[in-house]
T-cell receptor, first 112, second 112 residues
């Protein structure tokens, strides 16, 4: 079946550090790939997405590139801020395009 | 404003007392789903619905019921809650394909 694997957290970084959160997915079909962010006490909201191989999604300084050859969609940001502290979820759409399968989430804490 | 609305946000109940968590979306989405979020386990899908009167089990359906009598509403029913259903619950909706899912703010349920 479909699955998404993302790096275990928690991740603690100093402000302005470089961030990478790894995500790999099962290669079934032609999924769309997503990163969602959950700020403390809130629901999930879409951070960025990519719908086909080699697409790059970007938003708020975050980027992720859809790599079909490595079945990866790693999240990166060049300089994190305290306000980026949140839980990040990688997700893929299902073969029928309606279902979303999520990774277990990675908690990021950015310290001043 | 496009949104998914869940109620209540917080609920403490006793074992065995039936409860319903409501979910409503105003985007005319066909697909709706319920997830629970638990530490270390990420998001797990409970039930989903492809359209009115069409529902199916997700990964962890035991102890839950749903109904989809109208397109906009998708309530989650716990007929006889137990302490292992203490969790954070999210409702989500989407149109499918490459589109994002929209999430409610979450319902934190405690069963004592």
């Amino acid at each position: 079946g479909n699955s998404v694997t993302q790096m275990e957290g928690p991740v603690t970084l100093s402000e302005e550090a470089f961030l990478t959160i790894n995500c790999t997915y099962t290669a079934t079909g032609y999924p769309s790939l997503f990163w969602y962010v959950q700020y403390p006490g809130e629901g999930l909201q879409l951070l960025l997405k990519a719908t086909k191989a080699d697409d790059k999604g970007s938003n708020k300084g975050f980027e992720a590139t859809y790599r079909k050859e490595t079945t990866s969609f790693h999240l990166e940001k060049g300089s994190v801020q305290v306000s980026d502290s949140a839980v990040y979820f990688c997700a893929r759409s299902g073969a029928g395009s309606y279902q979303l399968t999520f990774g277990k989430g990675t908690k990021l804490s950015v310290i001043p | 404003e496009a949104q998914v609305t869940q109620n209540p946000r917080y609920l403490i109940t006793v074992t065995g007392k039936k409860l319903t968590v409501t979910c409503s979306q105003n985007m005319n989405h066909e697909y709706m789903s319920w997830y629970r979020q638990d530490p270390g386990l990420g998001l797990r899908q409970i039930y989903y619905s492809m359209n009115v009167e069409v529902t199916d089990k997700g990964d962890v359906p035991e102890g839950y019921k749903v109904s989809r009598k109208e397109k906009r509403n998708f309530p989650l029913i716990l007929e006889s809650p137990s302490p292992n259903q203490t969790s954070l619950y999210f409702c989500a909706s989407r149109t499918g394909g490459n589109t994002e899912a929209f999430f409610g703010q979450g319902t934190r349920l405690t069963v004592v």
